[in-house]
């Protein structure tokens, strides 16, 4: 498995995580009990379900490594296996973050890393 993943994430809510030193996910992340993350290959997917049409959205890119058993790749859309994490992401993890623009179909533009 990859050693890199990614979370699309509110550009206001990120602030305020960063601001706590972690992010315990999105209203939708809350509700399942994990946080949502995409592989590379399955990242456009995931940006045209459930962003399309949004602006003011972080790109982050996940270090995997240090997260340890809280880390479950489990099948998703597809049979896919997805990247869900059982715990708050450390915003240390992070290692790095852009700003994402998703159109209303769905197409992403993604910035250079900040």
Known sequence: MSQIAY??????EWRAAVAEGRY??????????????????????????????RR???????????????LVWEPSRGGALFPHLYAPLAV?????????????DGEMTIGDAA
């Open 24 to 53: 315990d996910g999105a209203p939708v992340d809350l509700a399942d009990g994990y946080i949502h993350m995409s592989t590379q290959a399955q990242l456009a997917e995931t940006a045209r379900r459930h962003f399309a049409g």
């Open 92 to 104: 240390s993890a992070v290692v790095a973050t852009r700003a994402l623009h998703v159109t209303a």
């Open 56 to 70: 003011d959205l972080l790109l982050l890119d996940v270090d995997l490594t240090g997260l340890g058993d809280d």
């Open 7 to 12: 979370k699309i994430v509110d550009a206001a």
